[in-house]
């Protein structure tokens, strides 16, 4: 990975390359069930979770403390009425008529073909629905505020994301909006807050609360194709044409793309675009969501991005030196999930180049089989000319929109929280954290999780039972002893 752009030298970290990172891990987001046919697996979180800590880079961040959303946060942008619907639904409560015919409204339970299949529902009634919104939320307001405070440079909450949900209606496997939530707590502290979103899928909800503001630029690369014959690709927004409205005007890009975009391609397109944003809004802080359906193999999009191609977006945003908020999105091929988070928060702390790439026996070492056990899986060569046409009329089209933002009335030399509203520092943070244990570049597992537990020893039963299977079979002749018993 390269480290070429804009590094500045951190406060903290005279070398340009080191970080003060901040990350986010909720057990509990992880046990939630979307349904056994469902695309949406929070599992993943979990997965990626596992290996940054079998890698060593706990080490290397400050852990943040555990702390779901308040039902208040929530209001801050989504309709009451919506609010109550997620607190009070349950999959007992939803045969209830008058609940149904709430749910329905507001996206819940809704069958998008054929009601007796669980994979139909796109935002299913699940066990625990109001819990895990609130813990992810949490994590992003937590992440949020932990940058706003000055502590962090990189605030990381992979379990956040949710892009599609709306004021008052879920929508794309997303209920809670924990982006605005995160990116209106940051107004709290900063004068301009640059979104950028590079999940498969158009940043809908984001952007549609977000279009006539000019405190907030959103900037979504994503697959655009309306002219398919059965139906658009979802969400089936984000053309270039739609650029904000009234003082948002020119205030929201959009960057649609075609199915099949790899590596190459996507840069040449969003380097020099995001040069020219970073310069036009002069953003103070920027937050980024790095959905990984983007990713090639996914099982819902349709790009061919490697998990070193996906990270580079990560690595230039972060060349710029302003506060930087990671969260995740989506997903849905849970080990390029995993791999790609992780390597993304090697790269938030500058050690993408000493993590090896085999994967380490943690657990859930066998979900990476079909990529010969790499956290890196191989992406198949394309034949074709990396520079087309195209490209360049989807970068022209950007770059002419952008020619039409005015730029900032003052721009800011450094980028500082302000000290419009106090923060208690300290209460963001864990500080049960092992110092000891970062002090040897390691740290206690997630014991409390038993999610964990159970996994690490159908891990290690894995193991057990692989050695057994082979001892018999080398008992009964099945196996070679040595090379030369073939012969």
């Known amino acids: 990975m390269d480290t070429e752009g804009h590094s500045l030298p951190s406060a903290s970290c005279g070398d340009g390359r080191k970080r003060r990172v901040c990350y986010y891990y909720d057990p509990g987001v992880a046990n939630v069930d979307y349904g056994a046919n469902h ?97 992810y939320a949490g994590g992003s307001l ?9 502590s962090s440079d990189i605030a990381i909450n992979w379990s956040g994301g949710m892009h599609h949900a709306c004021r008052g209606k879920a929508s794309g496997f ?21 979104y950028v979103d590079i999940d498969v899928h158009h940043g809908d909800g984001v952007e549609e609360h977000f279009k006539r503001e000019s405190r907030v630029m959103t900037v979504s690369f994503h697959l655009y194709d309306i002219d398919r014959d059965v139906k658009p690709f979802f969400p089936g927004t984000g053309k270039v044409e739609d650029v904000g409205e009234g003082d948002g005007k020119y205030y929201t890009l959009n960057v649609p793309m075609k199915a099949g975009m790899d590596d190459e391609r996507y840069q040449q397109l969003f380097r020099p675009i995001m040069d020219e944003v970073m310069e036009k809004f002069v953003p103070d802080a920027v937050v980024l969501q ?22 580079g977006c990560v690595s230039y945003l972060r060349s710029f030196n302003v506060p930087l908020l990671l969260l995740g999105g989506g ?31 943690h657990g859930y070492e066998h979900y990476y089989r ?17 520079k087309d046409d195209l490209i360049d009329k989807i970068k022209q089209d950007a770059l002419m929109n952008l020619a039409m933002l005015k730029p900032p009335p003052t721009t800011v030399g450094e980028h500082r929280p302000s000290k419009r509203h106090a923060i208690n520092v300290k209460a963001h943070y864990d500080q049960n954290q092992d110092k000891e244990a970062k002090k040897y570049r390691w740290c206690r597992r997630e014991d409390d999780d038993p999610m964990e537990r159970l996994h690490r020893l159908c891990g290690e039963a ?12 080398k ?13």
């Open 475 to 487: 008992m009964s002749g099945l196996v070679n002893s040595t090379p030369s018993d073939s012969k």
């Open 370 to 386: 079909d990529q010969g056990y790499k956290l890196h899986f191989t992406v198949p060569k394309k034949n074709g000319n990396k």
């Open 331 to 361: 997903g849905y091929t849970v080990n390029h999930v995993a791999s790609c988070w992780c390597y993304e928060t090697a790269v938030a702390v500058g050690k993408e180049k000493e993590i090896s790439d085999e994967i380490p026996f």
């Open 290 to 311: 790095c959905g990984a359906d983007s990713l090639y193999g996914d099982r819902l999009g349709e790009f061919r991005l490697s998990v070193k191609g996906h990270a």
């Open 39 to 135: 695309n949406m697996v929070p599992r993943r979180v979990a997965m990626a979770h596992a290996l940054v800590e079998k890698y060593g880079l706990l080490a290397d961040m400050e852990r943040l403390r555990v702390r779901p959303a308040t039902e208040a946060e929530l209001r801050a942008f989504h309709d009451d009425a919506y609010v109550r619907l997620l607190r009070d639904i349950t999959p007992d409560a939803y045969h209830d008529g008058d609940l149904r015919d709430r749910a329905r409204a507001c996206g819940v339970g809704v069958p998008e073909t054929d009601e007796t299949d669980a994979s139909a529902y796109d935002n299913p009634v699940i066990d625990g629905l109001w819990d895990y919104c609130l813990r």
């Open 462 to 473: 894995d193991r057990y039972d692989f050695f057994t299977e082979l001892g018999k079979r």
């Open 142 to 150: 937590a992440a949020a505020r932990a940058l706003a405070d000055g």
């Open 174 to 194: 997303c209920y809670v909006n924990d982006i605005v939530l995160a990116i209106q707590e940051l107004l709290e502290h900063f004068e301009r807050v640059l």
